[in-house]
Structure formats: C-alpha cells, structure tokens
C-alpha cells in the first residue's frame, strides 16, 4: 500500500543554517506530493506541493522536488529562522488508492537563535 | 483561514461513555475527513465523506462513526470511549481530491481516564 518515511527528529538548527528533512515515498499509481507544517496548537496548513515528477514546490523559501526515480520529495531551505520552529510532514495523495492522504510521522524543527 | 471551527477543542472524559465531536465547514467543500495526531504515528485517517450522507472508512476506523446529513458537518462519534482513544483529533476538508489541499481545523484534543 502507499506510504510514506520522513526522517525523524527532532532537528535542532542554529539560525541561518541550512535544513534537510528527508522523505521517500511509496505508491501505486502516480501520486502528488506534498509538505504540511503544523505551528504549536495549531492544525496543519499546506506548505507546498507538486503533482508530477520533477516538478519543484516552492514557498516561504522552502523548496522540493518531486523525484521519481528516487521516490523522494525532500524538503529544503537554505537559511532557517526562529519562525520556521514546528513539525513539518511529508504527505502523498494518490489517485489510484481513492484520493486518501497519507502521511509521514513528522519531523520536528527547533530553530535557535 | 478555510473556515472550519471543531467542537469541544478540549474533552476529558470517563471510559466506556460516548463522545461526539463535530466539525463545521463554511466552505461547502464536498470532502471531509477525521484524522487522529500520535506522538510516533502521525496523522492517521478514521474515516473520511465524499458527500452528504457518503462516508468510507479510514485506516484506524475501529472504535469510530461518522455521520454526515449536511454538508457543512461531519460527526466522530465514540461509541464508549477507551484509553487508547485519547488523542488529538483533526478534521480537514478539500473541495477536489489528488491535487487538491486538506485543510485542517485546530483540532480537538481528547483525554479518555
């Protein structure tokens, strides 16, 4: 069945420091990829997405790339800031499984000034 | 913000009593789904609505129902609450599947002594 492993945490950046959270996938079908971020005592909002294989999400300069032959799609972010502090989940949707989202376990982030 | 408010956001309860928490959206967005958040395990899906009174179930629906008779709500019931039952539960709604965004409410979080 489709699922999806992100590494796990937590991650703790000084500020100004380069971000890697890394995630691999598995599916049936041809799924589109995506990266929620959850704020403490908040629900999960959409950080990015791509829906096909080498298409690059991007927003908040975060970045990831949709790889295909790697099933990857790992997050990045050149210089992290205290605010970027959460827990961040790797998700996939895929079309052939009834459009069911699933999702990684997290990643927490603590950035530190 | 999607408009999606949850009720209660916060519940203690016995076990064996039952519980319901509900989830109102604004958005007259066809779907919507019931997940619950556990340190380790991410978000799993309960059980999810493709429309009025069209409801499937999720990975961990055992325990769970759901109940949807208009389109702006969407009922997790517990039927009698156990321990392993405590956590905290989103409810996130789309208006397409696949390539569209969940948006997530704020959550519920619940404590089953």
């Known amino acids: 069945g489709d699922s999806v492993t992100q590494m796990e945490g937590p991650v703790t950046l000084s500020e100004e420091a380069f971000l890697t959270i890394n995630c691999t996938y598995t599916a049936t079908g041809y799924p589109s990829l995506f990266w929620y971020v959850q704020y403490p005592g908040e629900g999960l909002q959409l950080l990015l997405k791509a829906t096909k294989a080498d298409d690059k999400g991007s927003n908040k300069g975060f970045e990831a790339t949709y790889r295909k032959e790697t099933t990857s799609f790992h997050l990045e972010k050149g210089s992290v800031q205290v605010s970027d502090s959460a827990v961040y989940f790797c998700?996939?949707?895929?079309?052939?499984?009834?459009?069911?989202?699933?999702f990684g376990t997290g990643t927490s982030l603590t950035v530190i000034p | 913000d999607a408009g999606i408010t949850q009720s209660p956001r916060h519940k203690v309860t016995e076990t064996g009593t039952p519980v319901t928490l509900r989830c109102h959206q604004t958005?007259?967005?066809?779907?919507m789904y019931w997940y619950r958040q556990d340190p380790g395990h991410g978000l799993r899906l309960i059980h999810y609505s493709y429309g009025v009174k069209d409801t499937d179930k999720g990975e961990v629906s055992d325990g769970y129902s759901v109940s949807r008779s208009k389109t702006e709500d969407f009922l997790l019931t517990l039927e009698s609450a156990t321990s392993s039952q405590t956590s905290v539960y989103f409810c996130?709604?789309?208006?397409?599947?696949?390539?569209?965004?969940?948006?997530f409410g704020e959550g519920s979080r619940l404590t089953v002594l």
């Open positions: 958005e007259n967005h066809r779907y």
């Open positions: 996130a709604i789309s208006e397409t599947t696949g390539f569209g965004e969940l948006f």
């Open positions: 998700a996939l949707s895929d079309q052939r499984n009834g459009n069911q989202f699933y």
